[in-house]
């Protein structure tokens, strides 16, 4: 039989949507990645004992045969042994959050220890790491849609109330655009509730716009809320889960420095 999505029924079809979908959102974060891999030799998907070296569980078989990492952010806990209904994945120590394209849960502190988690059959077990400051555009029909669209910068921050982060942008076909300085790259730090975007290289001429911030792990609503200095005036706030969002923005990250501050 044809081995496409659609011909293997609706349950395979909304699992390879939902799949590709999360794919689909992260690939500003994935694109940054391979532009690391090129200039200086990292891995895309990496082992947990890449990030964590000093945690011995991350070299058990069981972790390394059955996770892996996207970079820094994301650890993936796939299913891999068929009927199965539960996964039980390792956390290393730090903050974790379940993630998928449409939704992010409720924050995992772990201190390091195995967990059980349910496993859909139209989903993969994918957490996103405190500490980090991922890119993402809406999800379109094709890439070249989605170039249209503005990115959205999540703040993850972990237990110092610190994040990290960078993007790389280009024209996503040219050949040879690091070589020839036709890119644009941003690198984002968060630290003592502030968000400080820096470009570091702005020669896309496409422009790299930002009109949504989410900050997780904010436990209490911010009194004031500024950009570059001036009150924003489009701001929500969730307290379960613990959410702070910054929409209608329009700041070309590439052309200056910007800084965000939540207090």
């Known amino acids: 039989m044809d081995q496409d999505p659609v ?36 891995t895309v998907s990496r082992p947990l004992f890449f990030e964590y070296p000093a945690d011995k569980h991350t070299y058990e078989r069981t972790v390394a045969e059955t996770q892996f990492m996207w970079g820094s952010a994301f650890m993936v806990a796939p299913v891999t042994q068929p009927n199965i209904t539960k996964i039980k994945a390792y956390l290393p120590e730090g903050v974790w959050y379940p993630f998928s394209h449409n939704k992010v849960g409720k924050p995992i502190a772990s201190t390091g220890e195995y967990m059980e988690f349910e496993a ?26 989605m170039r249209t ?15 990290r982060g960078q993007l790389y942008w280009d024209d996503g076909d040219s050949i040879g655009t690091i070589e020839s300085g036709n890119y644009t790259l941003v690198t984002f730090d968060v630290k003592n509730a502030t968000l400080v975007t820096n470009p570091q290289h702005n020669e896309y001429a496409g422009g790299v716009t930002t009109d949504t911030i989410h900050v997780l792990g904010v436990n209490k609503k911010p009194t004031t809320v500024s950009i570059d200095g001036q009150m924003a005036t489009n701001v929500t706030y969730s307290q379960d889960p613990q959410w702070l969002s910054v929409y209608g923005l329009t700041i070309d ?7 965000v501050e939540w207090k």
């Open 7 to 42: 011909a293997l029924g609706t349950m395979v079809t909304r699992a390879a949507k939902n799949a590709l979908s999360t794919r689909y959102t992260l690939l500003p974060y994935l694109y940054t990645l391979f532009y690391h891999a090129k200039t200086n030799g990292d």
């Open 120 to 145: 859909p059959v139209d989903e993969v077990n994918t957490f996103l790491r405190g500490g980090n400051v991922v890119p993402r555009l809406p999800v379109r029909q094709t890439t070249t849609a």
């Open 149 to 163: 669209e503005k990115f959205t910068l999540m703040v993850v921050p972990d237990v110092k109330g610190e994040a």
């Open 253 to 259: 990250l590439g052309k200056s420095k910007h800084t």
